[in-house]
């Protein structure tokens, strides 16, 4: 019963010398089959689902002795496919041979899919006037495309200056594939604004941005799948094709203040990016330890391509000391090699060094934040913390091509520190924080979610 095997004693012998000798019956897993119930009757019914597509994600197989604990971890895997309203296993003796079980996993599969859409409030803080950064969305997704757990999204988000189209069709787990290798392939077109790097010294009029938008256009193909317990791996190449813009979308090659857009010079760079990443990740809970590390290579397929090599590291460990939790984070990158400015690493902001406008603190060609935290419950679903974040771009940030940060009078190096409060939310956390910098500036930040 502890372990949780399906058996039971089916005889018991009292022997000479005050020895018992009992006998145990297992119940060998026969047969295992999968019935689909209608939602509103309970009845079976035809379902969408392919049963190969449910049976390759469970533990138990045929042969194997039936654990009640296996089952349910089972259970718990199939729902987490996201497909399914409800699963049960059902054991039954087999008609065949009464030591052994024939196993039934009733299911309730989810409507697959369907329309959304919504409406929000960006904090980019990019334009004025009474609907300044209001953002709409519009959404459709499939998430069992022909029945084999194959998710499809196509989205569609517009403000007055960001706007997005992404297509989006992964597979979770390739079928044929005993490495649950998962495949994903993703077209996307963004227009974002250039505020954190080519946006407007600090007091100066015109907006923020500094009437440039990047515009950049994507297809890429990703691998990815668990290495061994704890780490994943993934390994994907992707075309990208990214430039600058106006506020009336007409391409733009120099800054308001002369410095270039692109490295080409052109209107637009284009790149060819192969990429690989680890992550370890302890569990599933925000203060346990992770570790990413994350390699680009631009290959130089055509002579006017980009081509770089592009690292990023980031690392979180935390500790529990009593009712306080404890979280030190630390991310930094480099770049060698070709580098467009508005790629270079941006540092300052809500999820940088707080206490600083967004991209404030620089924009180098490489860098290094850190930031350390303690929060404790205070009551219900709120949390109190405190917080210190710095940031630095190593002196990088003239080497990259126009010093915007230098024109722009950024530092370089900056530190924050201040107080907030957390509130849980079927979102995710929400954030609301105060923070002081070096420079005896203030700032109220707000987050949904963790920090990166």
């Known amino acids: 019963m502890e372990r949780g095997l399906f058996a039971q004693v089916t005889d018991v012998e009292l022997l000479s010398g005050g020895i018992m000798r009992i006998q145990v019956a297992e119940s060998v897993v026969n047969n295992i089959n999968i019935r689909f119930l209608d939602k509103k009757t309970g009845e079976p019914t035809t379902g969408k689902t392919r049963p190969e597509t449910l049976l390759r994600q469970l533990t138990t197989k045929k042969g194997q002795v039936y654990s009640l604990q296996q089952g349910r971890r089972d259970v718990e895997t199939v729902l ?7 699963v049960s296993i059902v054991p039954q003796a087999a008609s065949s041979d009464s030591s052994m079980v024939d196993l039934t996993m ?6 697959p899919g369907g329309f959304s ?9 990019i334009t004025s006037g009474p609907l300044s950064g209001l953002i709409g969305s519009f959404a459709y997704s499939h998430r069992n495309v022909m029945g084999k757990n194959q998710k499809l999204n196509i989205s569609l988000e517009r ?3 960001d706007s997005m189209f992404r297509i989006n069709y992964t597979d979770p787990w390739i079928e044929g594939d005993d490495k649950r290798t998962a495949r994903s392939i993703t077209m996307q077109n963004s227009r974002t604004p250039g505020t954190v790097v080519h946006g407007i010294k600090r007091g100066a009029s015109g907006p923020l941005h500094g009437g440039v938008t990047i515009g950049r256009l994507t297809a ?3 691998y990815s799948r668990p290495l061994r317990p704890k780490w994943s791996g993934s ?3 992707s075309f990208q094709r990214a430039g600058a813009r106006d506020d009336n979308g007409c391409p733009k090659v120099e800054d308001i203040y002369g410095g270039p857009l692109t490295f080409s010079g052109k209107a637009y760079d284009e790149m060819l990016v192969a990429k690989l990443e680890t992550v370890y990740t302890d569990s599933g809970d925000h203060g346990s330890s992770q570790f990413v590390f994350n390699v680009e290579q631009g290959l130089p397929v055509a002579q006017d391509w980009l081509f770089f090599n592009r690292l990023n590291v980031r690392a979180r460990q935390g500790i529990q ?3 306080a939790r404890c979280i030190a984070s630390f991310s930094g990158g480099t ?6 400015p508005h790629e270079a690493f941006p540092i300052g902001g809500t999820n940088s060094v707080r206490g600083y406008e967004e991209g404030a603190v620089g924009s180098g060609r490489s860098c290094i934040v850190a930031s350390g935290e303690i929060s404790v419950p205070m009551f219900g679903p709120v949390e109190g913390a405190l917080f210190a974040d710095y940031g630095t771009d190593l002196g990088s940030g003239r080497t990259v091509a126009g010093d915007p940060a230098g024109v722009r009078g950024k530092p370089g190096t900056g530190y924050g520190y201040g107080a907030g409060i957390r509130v849980d939310s079927p979102l995710g956390p929400l954030r609301l924080e105060y923070a002081l910098n070096d420079i005896n500036q203030q700032r109220f930040h707000f987050g949904i979610g963790y920090r990166n």
């Open 335 to 340: 770049v060698i090699g070709d580098l467009a």
């Open 159 to 161: 403000g007055q200056v």
């Open 220 to 222: 890429g193909l990703d």
């Open 106 to 111: 009733n299911v309730v599969e989810r409507v």
């Open 321 to 323: 000391i009593g009712p």
């Open 80 to 86: 987490t496919m996201g497909i399914m309203e409800d």
């Open 117 to 125: 859409a919504g409406g929000g409030l960006s904090g980019n803080g």
């Open 235 to 237: 390994a994907g190449i």
